[in-house]
Structures are given as structure tokens and as C-alpha cells.
């Protein structure tokens, strides 16, 4: 997962947890109350503003130890603090899905899911390079659609 916050002068803080330490990782776990590292993917997916707060914060420590993350905040965090899905992610679903999709000899699934995973994608284009990788070329979208 990608993790951005835009700051106030319009420059964008961009992590992701492809990055993390395992100790970084546990400590998220950790700051969230002893959350498993899934549920975190689970709820960075469901843009919760305390897995997406939790993820920064183990970044910003890396440079200043002592920080707090009970007093770490995120201001703006609605409008300027995002979590997206990288490339691998993309893989990962469009395997899952071709999988079922095969079995059934159909492409509905896939279709039913591209919108989804353009929206959540840090890069819409790896959902196109994605769907080309897996021989469903007919379902990439023009560079127009892809934008919506």
C-alpha cells in the first residue's frame, strides 16, 4: 500500500509499507492496539485515518525517535491523507479474480472489479499493464476512460 499526505504547501509525503521494517511494522501494530498487520492492509484499504496516521508516524520516526503517536496528528487528514495500492497489489487481485473468472469461463468478474482497482491504484496504469499481463488485453480501458 501507498500512504500520501499533501502538505499544506502542496508538496506530497508518499510511503509505502512495501518499506516498512518488521519492527516498524509491529510497531504500527502495536500503536494500533495490537492490531494484526492484515486487518492494518485491511483498514489502510478502507482509508481509516488511524492505519493511514499509523503508517506516516512509523516513517516520521525514523527521523525523530521520540515521537509520540498518541500526540502525532494528521490535520486536513480527509482531503490530504490517502492510501492507494501499488502495482503488486494489483497482481495479487487480478490473479484471484482470473482464477474464478477462468473456471467460469467469463470475464464479468474482472470487469465488475476494474473500476474498484482503478480508483484504489497509486498508478492507473499498472491496472491496464496488469490486465495485459494476465492476456486480458480487451479489457484495458483508452487513456480517456482510465482517467474517470
Known amino acids: 500500500m501507498i500512504v500520501t499526505y499533501e502538505q499544506t504547501d502542496g ?26 498487520w492484515r486487518e492494518v492492509e485491511d483498514r489502510l484499504r478502507a482509508q481509516d485515518p488511524t492505519a493511514m ?34 502495482r503488486e497489489e494489483i497482481d495479487d487481485v487480478l490473479q484471484n479474480i482470473l482464477a474464478e473468472a477462468l473456471a467460469a469461463s467469463e470475464d464479468s468478474a474482472i470487469d465488475s472489479m476494474l473500476p474498484h482497482l482503478r480508483k484504489m491504484a497509486h498508478d492507473r496504469a499498472d ?17 480517456a476512460d482510465s482517467e474517470a
Not at 508538496?11 to 494484526?36: K, P, Q, R, Y
Not at 491496472?127 to 487513456?143: E, R, S
Request: proline residues 3%; aromatic residues 6%.
Open 11 to 36: 508538496t506530497v509525503e508518499t510511503v509505502s509499507t512495501c518499506d516498512l521494517s518488521a519492527i516498524e511494522s509491529a510497531d504500527i501494530e502495536d500503536a494500533m492496539g495490537g492490531t494484526a
Open 53 to 86: 496516521r499509523a503508517v506516516l508516524w512509523a516513517v516520521r520516526k525514523r527521523a525523530q525517535a521520540d515521537l509520540s503517536f498518541g500526540t502525532f496528528d494528521v490535520p486536513g487528514w480527509r482531503r490530504r491523507l490517502k492510501a492507494r495500492i501499488e
Open 127 to 143: 491496472v491496464d499493464a496488469a490486465l495485459q499481463a494476465v492476456g486480458k488485453d480487451h479489457l484495458v480501458k483508452a487513456p
